[in-house]
């Protein structure tokens, strides 16, 4: 049993983490993990608070626009009805080509505001998310 709560807890803990590229939960305030209570409730805080999946290809689509088309200032809107909103603002393009963003995604009266950057890799023509 104890093995369990350790591997949930790891996993909480990895959804739950700040990798804005991945973790599309607004929850804020999760309770320190001492119990199998507060373990339970951290589990249910998150997922109630992840950003459905039709806003998470909204919130993708605007970031690809961002690192294909914008310039440093402009910023792209995304919304599904009813459900959640966002703001992509593309702040800074270095002498790299990384692109940097500050992110805003609400949801379920929750607001989250991150910052990301990508950067271009011509070997793979593909970007890369940095952390």
Not at 66 to 92: F, N, S, T, Y
């Amino acid at each position: 049993m104890r093995h369990l709560l350790i591997l949930l807890s790891i996993s909480v803990l990895s959804a739950c983490s700040s990798a804005p590229s991945t973790n599309f939960s607004v929850a804020t305030n999760y309770q320190p993990n001492r119990s199998a209570y507060d373990l339970g409730v951290n589990i249910i805080k998150h997922r109630y608070y992840t950003v459905p999946k039709e806003a998470r290809g909204e919130y993708t689509t605007c970031v690809d626009y961002a690192l294909r088309e914008m310039q440093v200032g402009e910023q792209c809107k995304w919304e599904v009805p009813g459900q959640a909103i966002g703001i992509v603002k593309l702040v800074q393009i270095d002498a790299t080509g990384c692109h940097t963003m500050f992110n805003t995604m609400m949801y379920r009266g929750k607001q989250k505001n991150w910052q990301e950057t990508a950067c271009y890799n011509g070997s793979t023509k593909r970007w890369k998310f940095i952390e």
